[in-house]
């Protein structure tokens, strides 16, 4: 297990009593050891963390140049907790639509770019899956990526032969589908007298998972919201035994310019 309430199979019934009385009799041992939750405890251990293969950006001199040059100067850091979005189930079936021939997986779920990742997963051509998104809204929160449960309740009428819906239940949607995970942003900033930027520096902690890399970007809006000759941002993941994290509206912008724009508040006023 690399983290709380991670699905390690399901149990498929005609009845969702029956469901409920049979997952009861699985009966799963554990081996316990030490979770790792702190973010801040595993700073030691972080790695660089990449956004579109770009995992940093320093313009200028920063250290001897704008900071030092500066007038004014702000060094505040700030934090952001976990920020938990919805999701709920999917429906699997098995049927023909449109006069064409049955699919081999039919697919309820909220984001049509999972038909390829279900494909990869059950070995079949991309052509034999139909997703149908009655729902999608802007699909910017947990929509974005393929959870568990979808390719479970797959493997499921795979099993059964017949179609299967898997519904999640509200406690079980704080592991399983993502969440925006937190961040450790520290920020420093060096003005002239007349208020005019010399220096940002913008440096972001933030936790992904054991099982891939995901990275709340929240040091790239940095990079372009102020003219400014010294900028240095980077961000650093850390690995927490909580489930793989997710966009959530503006990935990493709305993270990222709470703490670009915040500390202008402590800046003093002539």
């Not at 972080?46 to 900071?67: F, I, K, R, T």
């Amino acid at each position: 297990m690399y983290y709380n309430k991670q699905p390690i199979g399901i149990v498929v019934a005609d009845s969702l009593n029956a469901a409920w009385h049979a997952a009861s009799l699985v009966h799963v041992r554990y081996q316990k050891t030490a979770a790792r939750l702190s973010l801040k405890a595993g700073f030691k251990d972080s790695y660089p963390g990449h956004h579109n293969e770009d995992p940093g950006m320093q313009v200028g001199a920063m250290s001897n140049g704008g900071l030092a040059q500066a007038e004014i100067k702000v060094d505040q850091i700030l934090h952001h907790p976990h920020t938990t979005p919805q999701s709920d189930g999917t429906s699997c079936g098995h049927r023909a639509l449109g006069g064409r021939p049955p699919y081999a997986l039919c697919i309820d779920a909220k984001y049509y770019g999972h038909k390829q990742a279900l494909a990869n997963i059950f070995g079949i051509a991309d052509s034999n899956v139909h997703v149908v998104c009655l729902y999608v809204g802007g699909a910017l929160a947990a929509k974005g990526q393929l959870w568990s449960h979808v390719p479970l309740g797959g493997n499921g009428r795979k099993k059964v032969n017949r179609p299967v819906k898997l519904v999640l239940e509200r406690p079980q949607m704080f592991g399983s589908v993502g969440a925006r995970p937190q961040t450790y942003q520290r920020i420093t900033l060096g003005a002239a007298g007349n208020g005019k930027l010399t220096a940002i520096r913008h440096e972001v902690y933030t936790n992904t998972s054991f099982l891939e890399d995901y990275l709340e970007s929240s040091a790239v809006p940095t990079r372009k919201m102020y003219a400014c000759p010294n900028v240095s941002t980077k961000h650093r993941l850390v690995q927490l035994n909580l489930g793989t994290p997710t966009y959530t509206r503006a990935p990493g912008v709305a993270t990222g310019t709470y703490a670009l724009e915040s500390p202008w508040t402590s800046l003093p006023t002539n």
